[in-house]
Structure formats: structure tokens, C-alpha cells
């Protein structure tokens, strides 16, 4: 076992980024001028795995819309804070409120506003296309960019560092036929 599945056995709650990390950064509005996001069905497969794990996840953004809120819902995301200027404050904040130590939190990041939570969380992660200040901050670099199955890879690699990912799989394969 390496050290860095030491820190992902850890980890019992996932902090991601939205825009550039669920999504590929773009930002498309619809005819009222209203953001939509599009995600890549790996990185959603992959919450619903996390989430079998009784892991949790809280998506974190410093902008906002309905269709984050939605993605949160669908998804069953733990927490859902928008228009965040600082990420660690949030951290800390939901750390607290879910009775974790900050090493118990992953953070998945692209830009310089994630820095300092990725810095401060057990597992600091950038998409492989992040700016270079965070890719420099982080503790690993996912091979997949931003919303092309970034999430994924880093919920297989706990899952895997925890020994749990064929249990979770064959129970996401176990699923009765309903809606999410």
C-alpha cells in the first residue's frame, strides 16, 4: 500500500468543484440567459457508487444556478453550497458539521480558488487539466480532465485504496429498477 491510499482510506467525504471538475468548464446559457451545466455520466455513476459506500459528498462552486442544485439532488449530495469565495472556510465548515477531521475530506479542484482546500483536506486533487497552481497544490493529478470522468477516477482510486470498490460495484449492479 502506498502512502497516498494510506490518506484515500481515509477519506469519508468528497468535496468537489463543479465547473472544469463535473463539467468541462464551459458554461452554456440557455434563451433567458440562464447557466446549464452538462455532466459526464461516469462522474454521476461514480457518486451513486460513493454513495452506496455510505460515503458523502458536498459540491462546492463559486457560482450557482437551479441546475447545480438539480445535479445535487439527483445525485443525492450530501450538500450542495454555491457562490463560495472560500472553499477552505467551507470545508471546515461542513468537516465540522459531519463530525470529520479535514483529513477525512478529499477535495477535487481546477482553478486557484481551490488551493487552499486542497491544501487542507486529507487528499488535495486536481483534474488533469487544472490551472498549474493547483495541479502544484495538489496531491495527485487525475489522468481525466474536467468533466470527462475526473470524479470517477478519483472515487475508483478510494474505493479501491478502502477495499471496497468490487463490493460496491456488484451492489450498483444489484440495483432494483427505479428512479434514482
Not at 98 to 126: K, S
Request: hydrophobic share 45%; net charge negative.
Amino acid at each position: 500500500m502506498t502512502p497516498m491510499d494510506e490518506h484515500l482510506r481515509a477519506v469519508r467525504l468528497l468535496v468537489a468543484d463543479v465547473d472544469g471538475v463535473l463539467t468541462d468548464g464551459g458554461i452554456a446559457f440557455d434563451g433567458d440567459g440562464q447557466p446549464f451545466r452538462t455532466v459526464h455520466v461516469r462522474d454521476v455513476t461514480a457518486l451513486s457508487l460513493w454513495h452506496l459506500s455510505g460515503g458523502q459528498t458536498a459540491l462546492v462552486s463559486g457560482l450557482g444556478s437551479k441546475a447545480l442544485e438539480t445535479i445535487a439532488a439527483t445525485w443525492k449530495c450530501a450538500e450542495c453550497r454555491m457562490w463560495v469565495k472560500n472553499k477552505l472556510r467551507v470545508c471546515e465548515e461542513i468537516a465540522a458539521n459531519y463530525g470529520l477531521t479535514m483529513q477525512e475530506l478529499a477535495f477535487i479542484g481546477d482553478d486557484i480558488i481551490d488551493v487552499r482546500a486542497m491544501q487542507a483536506v486529507g487528499v488535495g486533487v486536481a483534474v488533469a487539466d487544472a490551472a498549474p497552481e493547483a495541479r502544484a497544490a495538489a496531491a495527485f493529478v487525475t489522468r481525466a480532465p474536467g468533466g470527462k470522468g475526473a470524479v470517477r477516477e478519483l472515487i475508483e482510486r478510494i474505493l479501491r485504496a478502502q477495499g471496497r470498490y468490487e463490493e460496491m460495484l456488484e451492489r450498483y449492479l444489484a440495483r432494483e429498477d427505479t428512479p434514482q
